[in-house]
């Protein structure tokens, strides 16, 4: 069973920085993408970032120049460093997973961390 288990959230104000930590509970290289995702309340759930296994990122524009997603092979672990924080980042972040099944794609979650940005 995968495991992704999420660390790093917590209170900041406007301007400042965190780093989102997840680790996998396998090799992150048997995903075919890896990506954070976030869910604020009343809205839905929408991608921030993705790193496919091939080290290719991707990024929403509402957060590119300001977070970056990297990942530790060694550790299996994948990171979302998110800097210039605003009060609109405020949400719960959701690590990610999808690996191919038989005839299926597989998607794996997180529990979440929560994210506080003050003005």
């Known amino acids: 069973q995968v495991q992704l288990v999420e660390s790093g959230g917590g209170l900041v104000q406007a301007g400042g920085s965190l780093r989102l930590s997840c680790a996998a509970s396998?090799?992150?290289?048997?995903?075919?993408?890896m990506g954070w995702y976030r869910q604020a309340p009343g809205k839905q759930r929408d991608l921030v970032a993705t790193?496919?296994?091939?080290?290719?990122?991707n990024l929403a524009d509402s957060v590119k120049g300001r977070f970056t997603i990297s990942r530790d092979s060694a550790k299996n672990t994948v990171y979302l460093q998110m800097n210039s924080l605003k009060p609109e980042d405020t949400a719960v972040y959701y690590c990610?997973?999808?690996?191919?099944?038989?005839?299926?794609?597989?998607?794996?979650w997180g529990q979440g961390t929560q994210v506080t940005v003050s003005s």
């Open positions: 990610n997973a999808k690996r191919d099944g038989v005839g299926v794609l597989l998607s794996y």
């Open positions: 396998g090799s992150i290289f048997s995903f075919n993408v």
């Open positions: 790193i496919t296994s091939g080290g290719s990122t």
